[in-house]
């Protein structure tokens, strides 16, 4: 087995220190960093996500092998910028403003991530002009916006609003997700997508920035 499979297997294993001590040895073998990333750390990352959406996998097997995919980045990403490596495209993650719940919005982030997504985590009770101003300073053209509450849910239409307000509708996409949101609340507020669980929000937004 290649060592970029043994990377993909011991990270849907979710074995860290292995993926990291992997990840060093193909940099000494001179793998190209985008095979070690694409067909190593993603690929595995990628397989998860799927799993996890047939409810083959869950919350804790993601949450592990999203920490060895982390270990393995830390090896992989100084080679990543001098190879000229970039990533998918950049999204700013929060939960909406005046909620507190983030175990589904960090899922995101890390499957997010594991699809080559760079991300921009702006944390919990973010008021949407925040989501705006982070989106800027990172040129990020997508944001992701979560929310647990039936009361907070609505300050969704905040952020798309925000986003409209700011003139910048066509260069950021909004998309939603959490417990309570549905496709129907998505379209009502005029979001560009709505994803069920963390593997389709990595979905979506490979679509949303055209990279599927
Ligand atoms: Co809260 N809470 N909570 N809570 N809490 C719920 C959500 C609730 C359903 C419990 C209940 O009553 N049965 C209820 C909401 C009722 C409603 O609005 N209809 C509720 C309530 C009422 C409250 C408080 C108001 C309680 C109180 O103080 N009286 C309070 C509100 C605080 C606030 O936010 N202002 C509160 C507080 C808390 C804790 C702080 C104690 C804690 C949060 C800890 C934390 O997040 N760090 C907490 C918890 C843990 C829950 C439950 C038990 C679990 C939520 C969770 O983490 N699920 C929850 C009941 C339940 O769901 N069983 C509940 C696991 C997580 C992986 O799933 O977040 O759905 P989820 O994420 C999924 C998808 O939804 C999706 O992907 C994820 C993974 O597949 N997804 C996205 C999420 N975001 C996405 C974004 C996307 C795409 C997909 O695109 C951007």
Do not use: W
Not at 9 to 37: H, M, R, S, Y
Not at 84 to 100: A, E, F, M
Not at 163 to 171: D, Q
Request: charged share 25%; net charge neutral; hydrophobic share 45%.
């Amino acid at each position: 087995m290649s060592v970029v499979d043994q990377i993909s297997e011991n990270l849907i294993k979710g074995k860290a220190k292995e993926v990291k001590e992997l990840v060093e040895k193909a940099i000494q073998e001179k793998t190209n960093p985008a095979d070690i990333l694409n067909k190593g750390l993603l690929a595995g990352m990628g397989l998860i996500g799927e799993r996890f959406k047939k409810n083959e996998v869950y919350v804790p097997e993601v949450l592990i092998a999203a920490r060895a995919m982390k270990a393995g980045m830390e090896v992989l990403k100084p080679l990543l910028a001098s190879a000229g490596v970039q990533p998918v495209g950049t999204v700013v993650v929060g939960t909406v403003k005046g909620d507190l719940h983030d175990i589904g919005k960090n899922l995101v982030c890390m499957m997010l991530e594991g699809a080559g997504f760079k991300v921009v985590d702006a944390g919990i009770n973010v008021e949407p002009e925040k989501f705006v101003q982070l989106a800027k300073e990172n040129n990020a053209g997508l944001i992701g916006a979560s929310a647990l509450l039936t009361t907070t849910m609505t300050n969704m239409k905040s952020v798309v609003d925000a986003v409209k307000s700011a003139g910048l509708s066509g260069t950021i996409k909004v998309m939603i997700g959490g417990a309570p949101v549905t496709q129907a609340f998505a379209d009502e507020i005029g979001a560009n997508g709505y994803a069920p669980d963390a593997a389709s929000a990595a979905d979506l937004a490979k679509e949303l920035a055209g990279k599927k």
